[in-house]
């Protein structure tokens, strides 16, 4: 599990079943993944990147975050 409070800049590769991410500060993260199941739950701002590959993908967003997926399983 990814978790921010407070302000996070993330840029490498994570690999796993399953990766969850919950944001509620500001942050800029570009990660790749492979992975079966990307949660990404976010309430903060910023910007957040995901390429890779991810079977399921589900998103919650309330905050200002923008969160660029347009690259996942290409």
């Given at each position: 599990?990814?978790?921010n409070t407070g302000y996070l800049y993330v840029n490498g590769k994570a690999t796993a079943k399953y990766i969850e991410q919950n944001s509620t ?50």
């Amino acid at each position: 599990m990814l978790t921010n409070t407070g302000y996070l800049y993330v840029n490498g590769k994570a690999t796993a079943k399953y990766i969850e991410q919950n944001s509620t500060g500001i942050e800029r993260r570009d990660l790749d993944v492979e992975c079966r199941k990307l949660n990404i739950t976010s309430t903060g701002s910023g910007v957040v990147t995901y390429r890779g590959t991810a079977d399921e993908v589900d998103i919650i967003s309330t905050g200002r975050a923008g969160i660029r997926t347009s690259e996942l399983n290409k």
